[in-house]
């Protein structure tokens, strides 16, 4: 005999985030976003990682407080909330990763916080184990209330989340990016239970980039890039490709092209890679770069496309799969292998993958190469030295007060032409260019985008990794399109455009 | 340059103070020199040295300059390892006992059989090597934090100190070592600081001029990208400690010949550990690791000497010696701006990029 806990909610109140805007670091994460969540509605929001959607409903949820904006629930405005606070107010953040107590029992994680307590004021386990069962049964989660957290799985755990959630009677509950790390059929189970809340009256919040999961649960959609409301709407009203557009889609205007499309299927084959594996972030992956030819390897962020360019130069272990350098198996790769072969990987995290931030120009712009610039033994020739980094920072137009500048005094744009005369020196075959141009001012964009098509003329094989579509249309003789962690097409010549393009990076097919 | 000749410069126009502090570093060469820690530690021992002979005309004698020089050398030797190690962002906490076991090593067989010196050197630097690599082992192989790792070989080459001397001491070492430790090439120049010398020197060639060296800085400064710039992190770090072992046996013979005798404590009585460390610091090398280098630490090892010998002039009790080098690190620090709280704790042993799944 078990009574129902929550009976079925009242109707959640509305909640409203007016005009929110957080930065962090001086970095704007979120400007000027406002979004409604409505009882009896999942409210999507939609966007590539990196638009701002789990800092919004981590706002929201009071785990962040916003730099300028307002929250108000059922017209009471929210101020200086904390996520226990927001939770006595009914609003619930279920984590990207589940943040359960894995060494506590189940209905011990369910009501912390809320403990239930008997006479004498002692914890009331009976009571509660009762109450649990009830929430669990509510989520469809089939668990011995007496089992740790962590020997559920990562699905059981979400929904246990959720169940406490409930427990907390939350009548708003925030997922964000619930099915990641699910496989479909543990999706289609949440799915479900979020439908029943959702004809509950309660009002749900949903994280998701993927296409087809937005257009299956919404209601409302809201769509987030670079940390601003892009498109927000009822679901009925928009169709996949205005999705496409919004989440994707920057400057749909084309760029013009610096230089033709190159046919390079004549050429040499430089790099080949074939069938890598290294699960889940990315399985059976092929493709090739030929001499001369500039490749763009397109997906989302989160997509694997950082992962398999790592794997490539030797950063991450695989299960299995190739890497041919002209032909030649790179059998043990590692950065200095890899260097050696004629590969070179501009990082994507320059800051910290990159740079050596106390160090000067001089030294920066060597680091590749120091190997080969001994004399005699182990000895260095500093002569040598200076005049391999004055040669190759003018190459690639490096601005700096001297080559004794300290590295982090430079621009972000100057750092990029740093980190470029560095793999200039190791005299590439390949060169892999990940986000060549993030966090570096516009002008400085173009010329670095200049500067690799003048480098692909000379023969190098280049591979480019952008999440600015327009950038490869622009760019790119070849493109391979990557979503969740899998090449799903690969465009070649003028059919490398931002529609086509923006249709497979989002799981679709292009036109 | 293979496939790539010189493509044209792009051209945008040069934005005003893009460059930023570098430029503004540039100015009047001698304030620039002034902000060097060398420079400061040189004006900073001439001046404790005026002010203490002001007060105490015989504090300049050459004999008492000669005990200050030669009184350091044992700590810069043991500070120039470790500088090597905090420049590879670790730190090394054993080289007390190192110290030690280098110092008993050598001085029972000095002591009993007559050990010649050259023998004496062979053995300290193989000892060195051995408990070093022990540490690097554990730091560089096994991936443990630095400070932990350090921690517990300090206590386990410690306990084999005690073990060794077997409740002897050493106290009568034959005239070749205490020559060595004590007697002066020039006035006011003792051998030792001839030794001391010959050993930054040697130290700073390395780190300034060959691709170990030099890896060691990009290691220290941002070990992922040094690793994917393809420096071999593992085996530098590896190198590191040994280096430092090494240094820290040599320390041990610098120690008995100096001092002339050598017991179950020696090296953690002197506090070596910390004095290293404090010179270290005391000299401009970095917590963070990636700057600093052996001259600052070498004078900040003659220049706590001078400051223990300025503290005895002035009848400052014994006592107190502790207290003035925990003051002195801490002003050492404070002035370094680039070491926050923070970024102190968030000293981590180096991993290999993004092994097994996020």
Not at chain 1, 390 to 411: D, F, Y
Not at chain 2, 71 to 82: H, Y
Not at chain 2, 88 to 114: C, E, K, T
Not at chain 2, 313 to 325: C, F, H, K, L, Y
Request: net charge neutral.
């Amino acid at each position: 005999m078990q009574r129902p806990p929550a009976a079925v909610a009242p109707g959640a109140r509305r909640y409203e985030a007016i005009g929110v805007s957080k930065s962090f670091d001086g970095a704007n994460v979120l400007t000027d976003v406002s979004v409604t969540f409505e009882a009896g509605q999942v409210h999507t929001l939609a966007g590539e990682n990196g638009a701002g959607k789990s800092t919004l409903l981590k706002i929201m949820a009071g785990v962040y407080q916003p730099d300028a904006g307002e929250l108000h629930l059922g017209g009471e405005r929210l101020a200086g909330l904390s996520p226990r606070s927001a939770q006595r107010r009914g609003i619930y953040l279920v984590p990207q990763e589940p943040a359960l107590m894995g060494s506590l029992s189940v209905t011990e994680n369910l009501f912390l916080g809320i403990l239930r307590r008997g006479r004498m004021r002692t914890v009331d386990w009976a009571a509660m184990r009762r109450e649990a069962s009830a929430y669990l049964a509510r989520v469809g989660l089939t668990v011995d209330p007496d089992a740790r957290a962590e020997e559920l799985s990562i699905a059981q755990q979400q929904l246990l989340e959720c169940a406490r959630a409930l427990a907390h009677r939350c009548t708003t509950i925030f997922f964000d990016e619930p099915t990641s790390p699910l496989t479909a059929h543990e999706a289609a189970t949440l799915f479900s239970v979020m439908r029943s809340l959702r004809t509950d009256r309660y009002s749900l919040g949903f994280i998701s980039h993927r296409l087809d999961e937005v257009l299956q649960m919404s209601d409302r959609v809201t769509v987030l890039r670079d940390g601003r409301s892009v498109l927000s709407g009822d679901r009925s009203a928009l169709d996949r490709a205005s999705l496409v557009t919004a989440m994707v889609g920057r400057e749909l205007t084309t760029r013009s092209r610096a230089r033709p499309h190159l046919d390079a299927s004549g050429a040499r084959e430089v790099l080949a890679v074939n069938g890598l594996t290294a699960r889940p972030q990315f399985e059976e992956v092929s493709f090739s770069v030929r001499e001369g030819e500039i490749v763009g390897l397109a997906g989302l962020v989160g997509s694997g496309r950082t992962e398999i360019a790592e794997a490539v130069f030797g950063l991450r272990p695989v299960e299995r799969g190739t890497v041919r350098l002209a032909g030649e198996l790179l059998a043990h790769r590692n950065p200095r292998a890899c260097i050696d072969a004629g590969l070179v990987y501009l990082p994507e995290d320059r800051g910290r993958h990159g740079i050596f931030a106390d160090v000067d120009v001089e030294r920066n712009v060597t680091a590749g190469v120091i190997p080969r610039l001994q004399r005699w033994g182990p000895l260095l020739r500093p002569s040598a030295e200076r005049s391999m980094a004055e040669q190759a920072t003018a190459q690639t137009a490096v601005r700096m007060a001297s080559l004794g500048t300290l590295m982090r005094s430079l621009s972000g744009g100057n750092q990029q032409r740093a980190m470029l005369a560095r793999w200039l020196l190791a005299g590439p075959r390949v060169a892999i260019f990940d986000e060549p141009t993030r966090g570096v001012d516009v002008g400085a964009k173009d010329d670095i985008y200049r500067l690799i098509g003048e480098l692909a003329g000379q023969g190098l094989a280049c591979l480019l990794i952008s999440s600015e579509l327009s950038e490869l249309v622009a760019t790119c003789d070849r493109a391979v399109a990557v979503y969740e962690g899998h090449v799903v097409g690969e465009l070649q010549g003028a059919d490398v455009t931002d529609a086509n393009l923006g249709a497979l990076v989002v799981g679709g097919t292009p036109r | 340059m293979t496939a790539l000749s010189a493509p044209s410069a792009p051209s945008a126009p040069l934005r005003a103070g893009e460059t930023g502090s570098g430029a503004k570093r540039s100015g009047p060469v001698l304030l620039g020199m002034l902000r060097r820690r060398e420079l400061q530690l040189v004006l900073a021992i001439l001046a404790l040295g005026a002010l203490s002979s002001a007060l105490h005309p015989s504090f300049l004698a050459s004999g008492n300059v000669s005990f200050i020089l030669a009184d350091s050398v044992s700590t810069m030797v043991v500070a120039v390892g470790q500088t090597i190690v905090v420049l590879g962002r670790g730190i090394d906490l054993s080289v007390s006992p190192v110290l030690g076991i280098a110092a008993i090593g050598v001085g029972f067989p000095a002591q009993d059989h007559n050990l010649s010196i050259f023998l004496a050197l062979l053995i300290v630097l193989v000892i060195g090597m051995a408990l070093g690599a022990g540490n690097g082992f554990l730091v560089a192989v096994v991936g443990i934090p630095p400070i932990i790792a350090t921690l517990a070989t300090l206590t386990i080459y410690g306990g084999l100190q005690f073990i060794f001397t077997g409740g002897q001491e050493v106290v009568n070492i034959p005239n070749a070592y205490g020559n060595l430790g004590n007697a002066n090439m020039l006035p006011g120049v003792p051998w030792l600081i001839v030794v001391g010398a010959a050993v930054v020197a040697v130290v700073w060639f390395w780190l300034r001029r060959t691709v170990t060296g030099r890896s060691i800085y990009a290691v220290g400064n941002n070990a992922d990208a040094a690793f994917r710039a393809g420096a071999p992190v593992r085996r530098i770090l590896f190198l590191t400690y040994v280096v430092s072992g090494l240094l820290a046996g040599l320390g041990g013979l610098i120690y008995l010949c100096h001092v002339g005798s050598a017991d179950a404590t020696t090296g953690s009585d002197t506090n070596v550990n910390l004095m290293s460390i404090a010179a270290a610091l005391i000299g401009g090398t970095t917590l963070l690791g990636g700057r600093g280098g052996p001259v600052g630490s070498a004078l900040g090892a003659v220049f706590l000497s001078e400051a223990l010998q300025a503290m005895i002039a002035s009848r400052v009790p014994p006592i107190w010696e502790p207290a003035g080098v925990g003051a002195l690190i801490v002003i050492a620090v404070i002035t370094d701006r680039g070491a926050t709280p923070a970024r102190l704790l968030a000293r981590r042993p180096f991993r290999e990029p993004s092994h097994g799944p996020q």
